[in-house]
């Protein structure tokens, strides 16, 4: 079974005067690679991709696949029509990525039966490993647990974005142990790696990706108490850049840092100045 353990960087897109910054973005990779992340989540929901023409999104996975190098790179496949998402996994076939981040159908609420129809059938379609992304206060639905177990079965979907903020069925499912599970939640990465989760897919990890990294080892080689007692350091970070709706936080403390500017795309807004002037000075610390 392909691995996605580890802490995964969902990487944002860069803008500078409202044209996609390919240079920040390739610097941004370079330096979560050398911090030993496990691999790059492309045009997930961090990168701002519905802001983005097709053939913005097209240079954005080339820039991140050149950079990337030897780090493993899943790209988020979302849309609410199935036939269009059929045709993007099949181009997507065709590149040297890890696997497809692919969450619910948004908007249109699908019945469980008919989510299991869509993603059995983008499975169906792709030579990639699948991950499932059950995210509902962003799609509107929620993967039921039956529903996931029954995906499980398929031998392309082997892993799971788990946004979903229910222990009982993160903790079902890592008992059942089909399917990698993966925080999509950064406050809940300490507790579902502690339960035996695989790892995380963190937007937060863009900052302090070192201390993810290790926090991750620690915990995968049973040191819990050096895994929670950096945990605990990274905890009021995490809370600070959870309080605004992704990306905006993480974007003003990497443009604070100096990595981007801190610019996004309508109707996305940027982080508050409340928000903005706390973050410049937790770097400036």
Sequence with gaps: ?????????????????????????????AHCRKAGVAGFVALGTTGEPSALTDDEQDAVLTTILREAQETPVVVGVAGNQSVVLRERVLRLNELPIAGLLVPAPYYVRPSQAGLVEHFTMLADVSNKPILLYDVPYRTGVKLELETLLTL??????????????????????ILDGRLQVLAGNDNEIFSTLCMGGAGA??????????????????????????????????????????????????????????????ELRAPMTCASEALTRKLAEWVAR
Aim: glycine share 6%; aromatic share 6%; proline share 6%.
């Design 201 to 262: 897919i963190a937007a937060t990890a863009h900052l302090e990706t070192e201390r993810f990294v290790a926090m991750h080892r620690a915990l995968a080689d049973g040191r819990l108490e050096e895994g929670r007692t950096l945990f605990h350091a990274l905890a009021p970070l995490v809370h600070t850049l959870t309080s605004e709706t992704n990306p905006a936080p993480v974007k003003a403390a990497l443009a604070a840092q100096g990595w981007i500017a801190n």
């Design 1 to 29: 079974m392909s691995s996605f353990s580890g802490i995964w960087i969902p990487l944002v897109t860069p803008f500078a005067d409202g044209v996609v910054d390919h240079a920040a973005l390739a610097a941004l990779i």
């Design 152 to 173: 499980a079965a398929h031998p392309r979907i082997v892993g799971i974005k788990d946004c979903a903020g229910s222990p009982e069925t993160t903790l079902a499912l």
